[in-house]
């Protein structure tokens, strides 16, 4: 049976960060939330949860969050999901995401070193292999990042390894796939305005939320011809980051590296099929041109976090995500009042 030791939540009042919240927090982690609610929301973090709001490049906030929350001298970890994630936007503002996804983990890593808290768990991406040569993609694939997204996140994987190796610190980087859904009990879920994620945008298609839904690209290699990629619901990525957790303070000496994702794909109207049909309706598909370094198929290989840790996953279903997403959807109308 694992200690449980206090758990920094970074970025927890983000889409994915909030799930690990949930899934911490209904395990009995002691925890704590930072954000600075630039893309977070504060109905995200349960009551009952510390929250500070704050950026994690204040070194002082964080050396009185380390203090407050028991954290420090050899106890606690850090989970780490602050960050920006428009892989265009890092295209066109590539320094924006070098200071927030880089410099700032940096920032965060050297106050987590001095405070002496020894775990730390990085949401890391799939972006970092690039256009993988090879596909499913296992852990060992060159890591050849086309954006400053994937870039800025290999870095700080580059930046947690050289740490690790010098200090008493072990660390777990998650590659996620293409991540979807929403909490089942429908109390997170993904809430910022203008997002990329395909089931997303579908479901607020679905829900005359959007007019249409651009399909870029439908002359992939594939079997209808658009990309195919790897979704793998919220719920089981929490669950995944709670059990990396649990192996790192089993075992101090060791740092991990794992894909995450169910090692299989959907193309982009098999997803919005899915959607029509969980909604009876028909949402209306523009074919644009192909997005520059897009993939044709992008799926995991993830045999290595199933030998790791025991992970199960629940949710391995395109139409159980799909109606989690619609049943946030409809929620977060609630909320926001609109």
């Known amino acids: 049976m694992t200690t449980k030791q206090p758990v920094l939540v970074t970025g927890g009042a983000g889409y994915i960060g909030s799930h690990a919240v949930l899934a911490l927090a209904d395990a009995g982690w002691p925890l704590a939330v930072i954000d600075n609610l630039v893309t977070g929301f504060?109905?995200?973090?349960?009551?009952?949860?510390?929250?500070?709001?704050?950026?994690?490049?204040?070194?002082?906030l964080l050396a009185r969050i380390f203090s407050e929350q028991g954290m420090?001298?050899?106890?606690?970890?850090?989970m780490h999901f602050a960050g920006s994630v428009v892989v265009p936007e890092s295209v066109s503002d590539p320094l924006k995401y070098y200071h927030n996804n880089t410099a700032k983990s940096r920032a965060l890593i050297a106050a987590a070193v001095q405070a002496g808290v020894p775990?730390?768990?990085?949401?890391?991406?799939?972006?970092?292999?690039?256009?993988?040569?090879?596909s499913p993609v296992p852990e060992d694939s060159p890591k050849s990042p086309i954006n400053p997204y994937g870039m800025s996140k290999l870095m700080t994987e580059f930046m947690l390894a050289d740490v690790g190796a010098a200090h008493a610190f072990n660390y777990c980087a998650l590659r996620y796939f293409n991540v979807a859904g929403a909490d089942p009990?429908?109390?997170?879920?993904?809430?910022?305005?203008?997002?990329t994620h395909l089931i997303k945008v579908a479901v607020e298609a679905a829900l005359g939320k959007r007019d249409h839904v651009a399909v870029f690209g439908s002359d992939f290699d594939t079997p209808d011809g658009t990309g195919?990629?790897?979704?793998?619901?919220?719920?089981?990525?929490?669950?995944?980051?709670?059990?990396?957790?649990?192996?790192?303070?089993?075992?101090?000496?060791?740092?991990?590296?794992?894909?995450?994702?169910?090692?299989?794909?959907?193309?982009?109207?098999e997803v919005l099929d899915a959607v029509d049909r969980a909604t009876n309706r028909t949402i209306d598909r523009r074919?644009?041109?192909?997005?520059?370094?897009?993939?044709?198929?992008?799926?995991?290989?993830?045999?290595?976090?199933?030998?790791?840790?025991?992970?199960?996953p629940r949710y391995d279903d395109l139409p159980t995500m799909i109606e989690h997403a619609l049943a946030w959807e409809r929620r977060l109308t609630e909320i926001q009042g609109n």
């Open 72 to 78: 420090g001298a050899g106890r606690g970890a850090i």
């Open 119 to 134: 775990h730390f768990i990085f949401s890391s991406t799939a972006a970092t292999y690039g256009i993988p040569e090879v």
């Open 185 to 195: 009990q429908a109390r997170t879920g993904q809430s910022t305005a203008g997002a």
């Open 42 to 60: 504060r109905f995200a973090v349960p009551d009952g949860v510390p929250f500070y709001h704050g950026d994690i490049e204040d070194a002082g």
């Open 287 to 312: 074919i644009q041109d192909r997005r520059a370094g897009d993939p044709a198929a992008l799926i995991s290989d993830n045999r290595r976090i199933k030998a790791t840790v025991p992970w199960t």
């Open 228 to 269: 195919v990629r790897d979704y793998i619901h919220v719920s089981d990525l929490a669950s995944a980051h709670v059990l990396a957790l649990e192996a790192l303070i089993a075992e101090p000496g060791r740092s991990l590296t794992m894909n995450c994702g169910y090692g299989k794909g959907f193309s982009v109207l």
